[in-house]
C-alpha cells in the first residue's frame, strides 16, 4: 500500500456534512474513521495487485481508498444513492490516480445478479448487521468467480458464521457458507473505530471458497438444513418429517444416509447434510 493519506474522523464528518447523511440505524451505517483498522482489513483479506474486489455498502469511501490503492479494480455496490453518487468524486478528489480503478454500482446488493467487467475474485466489506449473512450467501451463490470473502460483522454474527458443528452458535448460518469453503474468524474489532460508535463489538470473517463436487443440488441441501434448524429441539427425524414426506420416511432417508434419527441439526456438518440428501433423492 502506498502512502495514500486514508480518511480519518474529521474526513468522514466532513463528507457527511457535505452529502447531508445522517447515519441511521434502518441501513446499519456506522462508518469507520480509523486509517489503521481498514489497513488491517485489506491486509487480513490478503487481496493485491491482480484481485478486482467487490465492496458492498461503501459508505463514505475509508474502506474503498485503501482497495484501490492495494487491488487491480473495485466495483462498489451501494444502496444509497447519494453515498453512490459521493463515493466517485470523493476518490476523484482524493487519489485521481486511481479514480479508473472504480466503477459503483447503485443498487441493493442483494437484489445483484451482475456486476460489470472485470469479473470479482475477491469480496471485502463493512457490511451492515441486519444484512450480513444473506449478503454472504447471496455473493458466493451468485458470483462463483469470487474466491475469498473477508467481510466485517457484528461479532455475534461472526461468531455463528464460524461455528463448528455441537457448537451452542452453530446454525442455518454455518452450515450453509460451509456448502462454499472454509470459514474462520481472524480479527476482532472495537466500538470506538465507527462512526456513529455501534452498541456492539464487530469481527472479521473470513471465508475461502474450495472447489467441491458434491452431486447434489444447492438447494435441496438448505431445504433441509432450513427444516433441520427450524425445530432444532427436536430429533431430526421429527424436524425432517415435513420436508421428507413423514417420518418414517425421513427415519430411512437418516439410516441411509449413515446419521442418527434421533439426532439434532446442530450435530451435523455439511458433509452429512449432503449425504442425507442424496439419500433422500
Known amino acids: 500500500m502506498s502512502d495514500l493519506r486514508l480518511l480519518g474522523a474529521r474526513d468522514i464528518r466532513e463528507l457527511a456534512t457535505r ?9 446499519g451505517q456506522n462508518f469507520v474513521i480509523d486509517a489503521n483498522t481498514v489497513r488491517m482489513i485489506v491486509a487480513r483479506a490478503g487481496v493485491g495487485t491482480d484481485d478486482v474486489v467487490a465492496e ?36 476523484a478528489e482524493r487519489a485521481p490516480q486511481l479514480a479508473g480503478k472504480l466503477a459503483v454500482v447503485a443498487a441493493d446488493a442483494l437484489s445483484v445478479k451482475h456486476l460489470p467487467a ?66 474462520e474468524r481472524v480479527g476482532s474489532i472495537g466500538r ?14 473470513l471465508i475461502r471458497r474450495e472447489t467441491r463436487e458434491w452431486g447434489v443440488a444447492r438447494e435441496r441441501v438448505f431445504t433441509l438444513i432450513d427444516a433441520g434448524f427450524a425445530q432444532r429441539r427436536k430429533t431430526l427425524r421429527a424436524a425432517l418429517a415435513g420436508v421428507l414426506g413423514g417420518s418414517a420416511a425421513a427415519e430411512s432417508a437418516l439410516k441411509a444416509a449413515g446419521i442418527d434419527p434421533q439426532a439434532r441439526a446442530e450435530t451435523l456438518g455439511i ?11
Open 56 to 91: 458492498v455498502g461503501p459508505g463514505l469511501g475509508s474502506l474503498t481508498l485503501a482497495l484501490l490503492d492495494t487491488c487491480a479494480h473495485v466495483t462498489a455496490i451501494e444502496i444509497d444513492e447519494v453515498l453512490a453518487a459521493g463515493l466517485a468524486q470523493t476518490v
Open 118 to 183: 472485470p469479473e470479482p475474485t475477491a469480496m471485502v466489506s463493512n457490511l451492515p448487521y441486519n444484512v450480513a449473512v444473506p449478503v454472504v450467501l447471496h455473493f458466493l451463490a451468485a458470483f462463483p468467480s469470487i474466491a475469498t470473502i473477508l467481510v466485517m460483522v457484528q461479532a455475534e454474527v461472526a461468531d455463528r458464521l464460524a461455528a463448528g458443528p455441537g457448537s451452542r452458535t452453530y446454525g442455518v448460518p454455518s452450515a450453509k457458507v460451509r456448502w462454499y469453503g472454509s470459514v
Open 19 to 27: 452529502y447531508g447523511v445522517i447515519p441511521t440505524k434502518q441501513r
Open 271 to 281: 458433509d452429512a447434510w449432503v449425504r442425507l440428501a442424496a439419500s433422500a433423492g
Open 192 to 205: 470506538n473505530v465507527f462512526w456513529p460508535a455501534p452498541n456492539v463489538d464487530s469481527a472479521l470473517v
